[in-house]
Structures are given as structure tokens and as C-alpha cells.
């Protein structure tokens, strides 16, 4: 029994773990499900959490659906750090590992697995194919952030679109959320915006540019081509 075959509830682990290890180990499965089923949660869509500054130390495992990590303004203006997508592994924790430093929204209805620190350790150690996971998703993260931070102090309205409609659609392509190059984005054009810095009617106007220059296609809402 592997740890994808124990843990049903998860399948985009197996995705996951064969794409890093090539493999996953036989060891204490069933105790890793039972840790998984215990800890899964659900949340729909528009609901937060965790609010940034609050307590939380937990690690998220996200098993189905879209989360917003972001950090907002006393004004209200909201950057939008990072999407969350199946699959991946992340935590929010700040450096006093006691509380938020990110607010962690669920966008669309999800299914998380939350576990605490000692428990996702264990699950670590049980299944070392989850700590070399763990450290590729987070390498892939950094990555991510270093190429949109360059888009967002340095490039245009049309490269900020275009870089994130790219990672996105490479992000959904990994964990088979493609087809043909074509992919749905559960997003409305101001989340769009506070991922990329930009305004709503920033957002449109540079949509249809890229549109009319062929780039793009956009269908229904936000269907990419």
C-alpha cells in the first residue's frame, strides 16, 4: 500500500510525489490517513482561514480547490501573495511560529487538511517522499515570487498579465487542470488585479489588448486559450 493508495482523499498527492521522487515509500500508511481524515476541513468560498496577525500555526494541505494568501493595507488595498492550488503544501506561520503573517482566504469551496507542526513532522519522518515534496513545492514557491516580484517593480501592465496567466497555466498543467493549453481561472478580474498590482479597469483594458493582439483567447468569464 502506498501513501496516495491510503489516502483516497488526496489523490494530487500521488501526482505530486511521483513527480519529485519518482516513487512513494510503503511505510505506515494507514497511520497517515487516519492523520489526513482526522484533520480535513472545509471551507466555502469567500470564507477566511486564518486573519493575518491572529494565532495559527498549522500547516495546510490543500486537497481540492483555490486559496488567496495575501496582506492587505490599513487602507483596504490588498496584494495577493500567492495562489494555493490542489496539491500543494503551505503555511503561513510567522517567524514567532505562533501567528499568522498572511490572511488565508478560500476562493472558491475547498478541502484542507490542517495539521500542526508535530504532526506534519511525523508524517515527514514516516514518509520521507513528503519532506522531499514539501522541499520542492517550497523551492518552486520562491521561484514563483522572485519572477513576479521582478514583473511587479519592473515590467508593464501587459507583462504582469501575461507572466501570471503563464504560471498559472503551467501551475494547472502540473496537476492535470489543462487541456490543450486551455484552463479556467476561478477568479474575478479584481483578484486578478491584486495578484498583479493592477486596477479592475486596468485589468480589462490589458485582457482585451491581449486579446485583440491574438495572444489570448477569453471565454466565458475567465476560460484562457
Same mark, same amino acid.
Given at each position: 500500500?502506498?501513501?496516495?493508495?491510503?489516502?483516497?482523499?488526496?489523490?494530487?498527492?500521488?501526482?505530486?510525489?511521483?513527480?519529485?521522487?519518482?516513487?512513494?515509500?510503503? @511505510?505506515?500508511?494507514?497511520?497517515?490517513?487516519?492523520?489526513?481524515?482526522?484533520?480535513?476541513?472545509?471551507?466555502?468560498? $469567500?470564507?477566511?482561514?486564518?486573519?493575518?496577525?491572529?494565532?495559527?500555526?498549522? @500547516?495546510?494541505?490543500?486537497?481540492?480547490?483555490?486559496?488567496?494568501?495575501?496582506?492587505?493595507?490599513?487602507? !483596504?488595498?490588498?496584494?495577493?501573495?500567492?495562489?494555493?492550488?490542489?496539491?500543494?503544501?503551505?503555511?503561513?506561520?510567522?517567524?514567532? $511560529?505562533?501567528?499568522?503573517?498572511?490572511?488565508?482566504?478560500?476562493?472558491?469551496? @475547498? @478541502?484542507?487538511?490542517?495539521?500542526?507542526?508535530?504532526?506534519?513532522?511525523?508524517?515527514?519522518?514516516?514518509?520521507?517522499?513528503?519532506?522531499?515534496?514539501?522541499?520542492?513545492?517550497?523551492?518552486?514557491?520562491?521561484?514563483?515570487?522572485?519572477?513576479?516580484?521582478?514583473?511587479? $517593480?519592473? !515590467?508593464?501592465?501587459?507583462?504582469?498579465?501575461?507572466?501570471?496567466?503563464?504560471?498559472?497555466?503551467?501551475?494547472?498543467?502540473?496537476?492535470?487542470?489543462?487541456?490543450?493549453?486551455?484552463?479556467?481561472?476561478?477568479?474575478?478580474?479584481?483578484?486578478? !488585479?491584486?495578484?498583479? !498590482?493592477?486596477?479592475?479597469?486596468?485589468?480589462?483594458?490589458?485582457?482585451?489588448?491581449?486579446?485583440?493582439?491574438?495572444?489570448?483567447?477569453?471565454?466565458?468569464?475567465?476560460?484562457?486559450?
Amino acid at each position: 500500500m502506498t501513501i496516495t493508495d491510503a489516502i483516497p482523499i488526496a489523490p494530487l498527492f500521488k501526482t505530486r510525489v511521483t513527480q519529485v521522487t519518482g516513487t512513494t515509500n510503503r @511505510v505506515q500508511a494507514d497511520r497517515c490517513a487516519e492523520i489526513f481524515r482526522k484533520n480535513t476541513r472545509k471551507f466555502r468560498a $469567500g470564507q477566511r482561514i486564518a486573519f493575518e496577525g491572529e494565532e495559527f500555526a498549522s @500547516v495546510l494541505c490543500l486537497l481540492e480547490g483555490w486559496i488567496a494568501l495575501s496582506k492587505t493595507l490599513e487602507d !483596504g488595498e490588498r496584494q495577493i501573495i500567492d495562489f494555493v492550488l490542489p496539491g500543494d503544501v503551505t503555511t503561513a506561520v510567522s517567524a514567532d $511560529g505562533m501567528t499568522s503573517c498572511l490572511e488565508v482566504e478560500a476562493l472558491t469551496d @475547498v @478541502v484542507v487538511a490542517t495539521l500542526n507542526h508535530a504532526e506534519w513532522e511525523d508524517l515527514q519522518t514516516a514518509f520521507p517522499d513528503l519532506r522531499e515534496l514539501t522541499e520542492h513545492l517550497a523551492a518552486a514557491a520562491q521561484a514563483r515570487l522572485s519572477e513576479r516580484m521582478l514583473r511587479l $517593480g519592473k !515590467g508593464s501592465a501587459s507583462m504582469r498579465i501575461a507572466y501570471a496567466l503563464l504560471e498559472l497555466c503551467v501551475r494547472l498543467r502540473s496537476i492535470g487542470q489543462t487541456h490543450d493549453h486551455a484552463f479556467h481561472l476561478p477568479l474575478t478580474q479584481q483578484y486578478l !488585479g491584486e495578484f498583479t !498590482g493592477l486596477s479592475k479597469v486596468h485589468v480589462c483594458r490589458t485582457l482585451r489588448r491581449l486579446n485583440r493582439q491574438g495572444i489570448i483567447t477569453t471565454e466565458d468569464h475567465l476560460d484562457i486559450r
